[in-house]
């Protein structure tokens, strides 16, 4: 399985854009690169997945480099109800689904 | 659309005793997934059903953890006995596809266990 390692914590202010950084320099051929929100007493939330370049949605963008080893979550403008954890898995057909998310990142947005 | 459904939310025994988790899946949705998320951590997978069948278990502590998926359909995630080590969240996810890499998990709110 592709291991990941991210920023244990980040820091941001209402309205300014975030990128969380994953690190996943053993990614397989087949594996994508998904990224889940977690709020506290909650299950985590699907965000986005992609495989290469670049993936949009209405909530993020998802910056993936030619070579796949790391991936870059974007949220833009960020709002205090984005505080929450956020984690990015990597999987595919080819290493398993044996999803195991690592420590993720913790995100504070404050006024 | 309904979502998981999980039962129940929270438990509290004591060590030794048993205890059994249920999760009904969103209609449709072929595999089904048991996460252990103990508190700070990112949540492990324990077992993971396509249809009735297991496809991975192998996290799964089978000295004291069963799990079963009758009929394709809800699960039944059980401890015995449970030691305090297994206090934390206990989440279920399924999914529509049998993932190629694309497949959205969708969670529950949990159970969160508390041994004694």
């Known amino acids: 399985l592709a291991k990941t390692t991210q920023p244990i914590s980040m820091d941001s202010y209402e309205g300014q854009e975030v990128n969380i950084t994953c690190s996943h320099n053993n990614i397989a051929t087949n594996d994508y690169i998904t990224w889940y929100q977690q709020f506290p007493s909650q299950g985590p939330r699907f965000i986005i997945q992609g495989y290469k370049t670049k993936v949009t949605n209405e909530v993020a963008s998802l910056f993936i480099p030619a070579d796949r080893k790391s991936s870059t979550l974007s949220l833009p403008r960020v709002s205090l109800s984005d505080t929450a954890v956020y984690y990015c898995l990597v999987g595919g057909s080819n290493s398993g689904y044996a999803l195991n998310f690592g420590k993720g990142t913790s995100l504070l947005v404050t006024p | 659309e309904a979502g998981v459904a999980q039962s129940p939310r929270y438990k509290i025994i004591e060590k030794r005793q048993s205890v059994a988790f249920w999760c009904n899946p969103i209609s449709g949705h072929a595999t089904l997934y048991w996460y252990q998320q103990i508190l700070g951590q990112g949540p492990k997978l324990l077992i993971q059903?396509?249809?009735?069948?297991?496809?991975?278990d192998s996290q799964l502590p089978k000295d004291r953890f069963s799990a079963e998926r009758l009929k394709g359909v809800d699960s039944t995630l059980k401890i015995q006995p449970a030691k305090l080590e297994d206090s934390a969240v206990y989440l279920c996810?399924?999914?529509?596809?049998?993932?190629?890499?694309?497949?959205?998990?969708?969670f529950g709110e949990g159970s969160r266990l508390t041994v004694l």
């Open positions: 996810a399924s999914s529509l596809v049998f993932s190629k890499g694309t497949g959205e998990l969708f």
């Open positions: 059903f396509q249809n009735n069948g297991v496809v991975d």
